[in-house]
């Protein structure tokens, strides 16, 4: 028989410095840490297979993070082969930069503007800043630490999954009644059609034991990002973070969490149709409402009273399903297996009018704006759409394919499936229904970026989120990679 063992970590990544937060289209500095921000390190082992999955309070993990992650793993001398390595972000809008800052526009702009005026991707630069290499170097290391002190940790151990039901997300796109839809749209409109897609309640968790049946930690999958403190100055884990204080409250400082969220690219914490302000206005001109009516409903899904609601309904429901648990659900010989594989999709291209439309639109803006000295941060906001497609159309020119890491694993009747989008509701759940799993566990922004990988109807009703500046793939692609992940899952469960 082959000993079923688990192993723990978890390593802030609280920075000792200001930090520029990223997720939003507008430069914030964070002012103070509001909840911890970490990385945590699930390792398992049984038999042969190994896995370690590391949940990161991060807005996205960068392929270059995981690479570096994995190098400095081996060089700490970690025992288990990199690839089964799983590193994901939980999608917080309150976590800090990191690498090569991302501004698609910077270059795109700096070939149109004319000679003498100059791109700066914030106002005010400050030399105290934590970002950049340095910030990639010290993710890493934290990263690389709590993979190799959970496998280090690992002992005889024993599990159940379970499922329980919290609202947390609701779909974020408003469709209108000429074909458009978009994202954070009013619906409080003459001509508000439907909300373009559905809602997940469910929470897909794993509890894990020591061998004398001692909590030791649970996973949580929850098909919505953690992004209700988006647009705030401080450094945060939004509503996981406070998740997990309300469990160490309940079962002791050494419990572990770790999250992962589902397929939540069209998701929120907000519901659109009682639409509830946020308590101080916000820069992003997507939010902005010109007929807000007060509703009874929750309170503000931007703010920290209803992050803390939301934390409240998962902690809740968390402790519902455990105190449930029945003797004969928890397992200790499950049957492990673990497959890291790549999956070749279709990028997703501009066509040749989309092209020669956003270099017009460019070109119109900086004539327009020919006045200003510094082109900044707000000009990217303007102008992201159009230099992603012209960036598209020439990548395009050189490829047509879109590689992406996906790690496919069988915990007795669990299956996990990674990816690295923000992947619309509506493909998880098609992997979902399809899967021969008892649960299946889908693991978005995982394993590198991908962009937001839209649905065929998002598509056509365009905006934020569906544009070909938003995701590298396309409905086509979601569609292959529904396929490839159920056939995946499917032959690790005949």
């Known amino acids: 028989m082959s000993k079923f063992l688990v192993g723990w970590a978890e390593e802030s990544i609280v920075p000792g410095r200001p930090v520029n937060i990223?997720?939003?289209?507008?430069?914030?500095?964070?002012?103070?840490?509001?909840?911890?921000?970490?990385?945590?390190?699930?390792?398992?082992?049984?038999?042969?297979?190994?896995?370690?999955?590391?949940?990161?309070?991060?807005?996205?993990?960068?392929?270059?993070?995981?690479?570096?992650?994995?190098?400095?793993?081996?060089q700490l001398g970690g025992e288990v082969s990199p690839e089964k390595i799983i590193i994901g972000a939980i999608h917080t809008h309150t976590a800090f930069g990191y690498g090569t800052p991302v501004s698609v526009t910077k270059g795109i702009l700096n070939e149109f503007l004319p000679e003498g005026k100059k791109y700066t991707s914030i106002e005010k630069k400050r030399d105290d800043i934590f970002e950049g290499e340095e910030a990639l170097i010290f993710l890493a290391d934290k990263i690389a630490k709590a993979a190799k002190t959970a496998w280090d940790n690992r002992a005889e151990a024993k599990y159940a999954n379970a499922f329980g039901r919290a609202v947390v997300g609701h779909?974020?796109?408003?469709?209108?009644?000429?074909?458009?839809?978009?994202?954070w749209g009013d619906t409080n409109h003459a001509n508000f059609s439907e909300v373009e897609g559905g809602s997940d309640s469910g929470i897909e968790l794993i509890y894990f034991f020591d061998r004398d049946k001692k909590l030791t930690g649970i996973m949580a999958n929850i098909?919505?990002?953690?992004?209700?403190?988006?647009?705030?100055?401080?450094?945060s884990a939004d509503y996981w973070g406070y998740t997990k204080q309300n469990l160490r409250e309940k079962y002791g400082k050494d419990i572990f969490l770790i999250p992962f969220i589902g397929a939540?690219?069209?998701?929120?914490?907000?519901?659109?149709?009682?639409?509830?302000d946020p308590e101080q206005p916000v820069k992003d001109p997507h939010i902005t409402r010109e007929n807000t009516v007060l509703r009874k409903a929750d309170p503000s899904m931007f703010d920290i009273k209803g992050c803390k609601l939301i934390a409240k309904r998962v902690t809740n429901e968390i402790i519902d399903v455990f105190e449930a648990l029945e003797d004969e659900e928890i397992k200790i010989e499950p049957i492990f297996k673990h497959k890291a594989l790549t999956f070749d999709l279709p990028l997703r291209k501009a066509t040749?009018?989309?092209?020669?439309?956003?270099?017009?639109?460019?070109?119109?803006?900086?004539?327009?704006?020919?006045?200003?000295?510094?082109?900044?941060?707000?000009?990217?906001?303007?102008?992201?759409?159009?230099?992603?497609?012209?960036?598209?159309?020439?990548k395009q020119q050189e490829s047509e394919i879109f590689p992406i890491?996906?790690?496919?694993?069988?915990?007795?009747?669990?299956?996990f499936a990674t990816n690295p989008f923000e992947l619309f509701l509506d493909y998880g759940n098609r992997i979902k229904a399809r899967s021969k799993a008892q649960q299946t566990f889908i693991f978005q922004l995982t394993g590198g970026r991908g962009g937001y990988l839209p649905t065929e109807k998002a598509e056509k009703g365009s905006h934020y989120s569906a544009y070909i500046t938003s995701g590298?793939?396309?409905?086509?692609?979601?569609?292959?990679?529904?396929r490839r992940t159920v056939k995946e899952i499917n032959e690790m469960f005949e």
């Open 264 to 276: 939540a690219g069209d998701q929120c914490p907000r519901d659109m149709v009682r639409w509830v």
């Open 352 to 394: 040749i009018a989309e092209y020669e439309q956003a270099v017009r639109e460019i070109e119109y803006y900086v004539n327009k704006n020919r006045d200003k000295d510094t082109f900044n941060f707000k000009d990217n906001a303007a102008m992201y759409v159009y230099a992603g497609t012209i960036l598209r159309y020439r």
């Open 223 to 235: 098909a919505c990002p953690a992004q209700v403190l988006e647009h705030h100055y401080f450094i």
């Open 405 to 415: 890491e996906t790690h496919i694993v069988r915990l007795g009747d669990v299956a």
């Open 472 to 482: 590298n793939v396309g409905h086509e692609g979601g569609d292959l990679l529904v």
């Open 22 to 74: 990223v997720g939003q289209l507008y430069e914030r500095i964070s002012d103070k840490v509001e909840t911890e921000i970490t990385v945590t390190a699930l390792a398992i082992e049984s038999g042969a297979e190994q896995m370690i999955a590391v949940s990161c309070d991060l807005t996205s993990v960068s392929n270059d993070l995981v690479k570096l992650a994995r190098e400095k793993f081996v």
């Open 171 to 183: 779909c974020r796109r408003v469709c209108y009644n000429d074909g458009s839809a978009k994202m």
